[in-house]
């Protein structure tokens, strides 16, 4: 519900007001991922494109390899270079976007800097090189970044752990914590909401859920990737596999989306099923599409999957109402949640207001002065 209350300055309430509110921006977080070059150095038209569309279409994101530890200590040359990475983020701040981080440890050597093989048969020097490796990116980011991976697909990414025990990764939450307060720490993996029946991997997610939990990690949300292809699952599948998950008793969030198919009315009626789906879930508190060029051409014209995105997160969800206050200085509808911009009119007196709706708020009360 969107109940506004309008006041005059002698608190009275004021009647026949013409209150306009349009939803502003989301509070559930559309996001895609990208790379910062594009954004904070563009050599191309297609960039500067594309830029203005993350403006205009997202609420949030991530860099693709940017934040990886390889890329972090400059194995992956000048394109990933850190420099960019913080230039990227400031960028993300300055225009109020959220961000999330990916990814503090990617447990795998083929996954890390060259230099954590010299260690393999040494667990403490392990150890001690994953935790000043958070210690030093959260240090750099901690003031840019709202949400960050932690962890990234241990069921198939263990090495660090089969040599130290899985009782590392709750080490790495709990450092996480301690040097990026307030930061929502995620745990990341693919193949969860893809299968059409249930899987090992999927028990499997559970149970290092629960083990991190019950050993006292800070573990804030669980990120499920979404990479489909071939036989895709239903609304309903996918809803149960929600359902599933969120009995852990966490916010769920779905990353790095993307289809692979060639049929445009495939990947149109797909997505915009899923995004129906994940939206109307009260467990989930996001969608990530694992690349601008899945919503967005070069040219600026939205993709099939753009196209869903477009119609439903800026259409169909996008409140926009007006009405007359009654005599108690009130109107009543209902609306998406986020923040509002509300404009307030009864004849020469005007006044603009930012609110923000969330569940089971309260009226807002609003002064016409």
Not at 185 to 198: F, H, K, Q, V
Not at 232 to 251: H, N, Q, V
Not at 354 to 360: A, S
């Amino acid at each position: 519900p969107l109940v506004i209350e309008v006041i005059g300055g002698d608190a009275r309430p004021v009647a026949d007001a013409v209150v306009k509110a349009q939803l502003v921006r989301h509070a559930f977080e559309f996001g895609t991922a990208v790379n910062p070059n594009g954004l904070v150095r563009p050599t191309e038209k297609s960039h500067e494109i594309r830029r203005q569309k993350m403006l205009e279409l997202f609420n949030s994101g991530t860099f693709y390899n940017h934040l990886k530890w390889p890329a972090w200590v400059g194995a992956w040359g000048d394109f990933h270079s850190r420099e960019i990475t913080m230039e990227g983020l400031k960028w993300f701040r300055d225009n109020g976007l959220a961000f999330r981080g990916h990814v503090l440890i990617w447990p795998s050597y083929r996954n890390l800097p060259s230099f954590m093989r010299k260690v393999a048969d040494d667990p403490e020097a392990i150890r001690k090189l994953c935790l000043a490796h958070i210690d030093e990116i959260a240090a750099a980011t901690s003031e840019y970044v709202q949400e960050w991976d932690v962890v990234n697909e241990p069921y198939d990414n263990h090495d660090l752990m089969d040599i130290c025990g899985n009782e590392v990764m709750v080490e790495w939450f709990k450092r996480a914590a301690e040097r990026l307060p307030g930061v929502r720490l995620a745990l990341n993996d693919y193949s969860l909401l893809t299968p059409l029946a249930d899987t090992r991997k999927q028990a499997a997610f559970e149970e290092t859920v629960k083990m991190l939990l019950d050993a006292g990690a800070p573990l804030h949300v669980l990120g499920l990737q979404g990479h489909f292809g071939g036989t895709l699952p239903s609304p309903e599948r996918i809803y149960a596999t929600l359902d599933r998950f969120a009995k852990l008793g966490l916010p769920l969030r779905v990353t790095e989306y993307d289809i692979g198919s060639d049929e445009a009315e495939l990947k149109y009626a797909f997505t915009r099923d899923l995004l129906m789906t994940v939206y109307s879930h009260p467990a989930v508190i996001g969608w990530q599409t694992w690349g601008i060029s899945n919503i967005v051409k070069e040219d600026g014209s939205f993709t099939p999957e753009g196209q869903a995105f477009y119609e439903l997160v800026h259409q169909k969800w996008k409140t926009a109402v007006e009405l007359a206050t009654d005599a108690q200085g009130r109107v009543e509808a209902r609306g998406h949640l986020g923040r509002y911009r509300v404009e307030i009119s009864k004849g020469d007196r005007q006044a603009t207001f930012f609110i923000d709706l969330r569940k089971d708020a309260a009226p807002s009360i609003l002064t016409l002065p």
